[in-house]
């Protein structure tokens, strides 16, 4: 069986019980600490912790991929083995390890899978286990009322073109033939709309995936529809994680911008990058631009977070040569901050705009 663990910061949920057997799906879960979160915070947040827990599940088994920012996913079976315990026991064990040794909240997502994990551990409430049985019948049960748009790697615009023709859940999607799938939606994302949708998944666990991504989120007190507190969470983001790359001497190809919205919704964009960069301030111009084409004038925002995708070492990175004086002094500049905040704390040197 396959572990989809998604970490959160601080405990576990109070008067929670974990539920025993296999609980039936309810409705959309709860984002974990949607409420009562503080002002917009840095730090990497659960992802500066991935690594010490990813640490604590290889104690258990080595079959560990970390998904930051965040979740990692595991496989048990050897370990349900060794240990002579079921996949929900070995669940129980991780969660009170992460409790004991770094006070790390979890929900767990057992299934035979990793989609189907990972669609578990999205449905589960905080603090509790959800369980797909490895059972054909049980597996269907599972998908048949879940949204189309809830399986992985189903875009916003296939699940639209889905409901013009009525189908809205990944049951009545499976009941419709491959052929139709391709002709609605094409040749490649039918056929794997249709092995999805029929709880087929090709994926496994990679133990020691390399990351290929960095996160960072800002939350706000409230719902927040001034634009230009948006732009300066934005440059607080980008800022982080060009130090975070640069710290590691890695540019990334792309950023997604996700917006989540006081009704928990959320939006996602994502935008490549004209060349791979760690330049802050290419960072925060292209998340300004996906944030503009957003249209979020009268949105009410809870929450923004930026992802830093397919991060290459810099010097297997090309980069095109320029002789504008402005941007070889930035650059400049902005190796001497690093060296400044290096030597005195992240805060030693930060943009004017966030120091007012």
């Known amino acids: ?47 500066a912790t991935l690594p010490a827990l990813v640490g604590l599940i290889e104690d258990i088994s080595p079959a560990v991929q970390a998904l930051p920012p965040d979740t990692a996913l595991v496989d048990v079976r050897g370990a349900e083995r060794y240990f002579g315990q079921d996949a929900t026991g070995i669940a129980s064990v991780l969660r009170v390890r992460a409790l004991a040794h770094l006070g790390t909240g979890c929900t767990i997502g057992v299934a035979p899978t990793p989609m189907l994990a990972r669609m578990a551990a999205r449905r589960a409430t905080p603090g509790t286990t959800f369980v797909v049985a490895d059972d054909e019948r049980a597996v269907e049960r599972f998908l048949e009322p879940g949204r189309v748009g809830e399986l992985p790697g189903i875009g916003a615009a296939t699940a639209r073109a889905l409901r013009a023709y009525g189908l809205d859940t990944i049951g009545r999607t499976a009941a419709v033939p491959l052929s139709t799938l391709q002709r609605i939606t094409g040749v490649r994302m039918g056929r794997e709309l249709y092995e999805k949708a029929h709880g087929v998944d090709r994926t496994g666990v990679a133990p020691n995936a390399a990351a290929r991504s960095l996160a960072a989120e800002r939350t706000f007190s409230r719902d927040e529809l001034d634009q230009e507190r948006h732009r300066r969470a934005l440059l607080s983001i980008t800022e982080e994680l060009g130090v975070r790359m640069r710290g590691t001497d890695q540019v990334c190809r792309s950023l997604t911008l996700t917006v989540r919205y006081a009704d928990r919704s959320t939006t996602t964009r994502t935008r490549a990058l004209s060349e791979p960069t760690a330049h802050s301030a290419a960072l925060a111009g292209v998340a300004y631009r996906i944030h503009e084409s957003l249209g979020l004038q009268r949105a009410r925002v809870r929450a ?7 991060l290459v070492p810099a010097g297997q990175a090309t980069q ?3 002789f504008d004086p402005v941007d070889d002094r930035a650059r400049r500049i902005e190796a001497v901050a690093d060296r400044a905040r290096a030597k005195f704390g992240p805060r030693a040197i930060v943009p004017g705009s966030l120091a007012a």
């Open 1 to 47: 069986m396959i572990l989809c663990i998604r970490f959160h910061s601080g405990p576990e949920p109070q008067g929670r019980p974990e539920p025993q057997g296999r609980p039936e799906p309810q409705g959309r879960p709860e984002p974990h600490g949607a409420r009562g979160r503080p002002e917009p915070r840095g730090g990497g947040g659960a992802e």
């Open 320 to 322: 095109q040569l320029t």
């Open 304 to 310: 923004l977070s930026v992802r830093a995708e397919g």
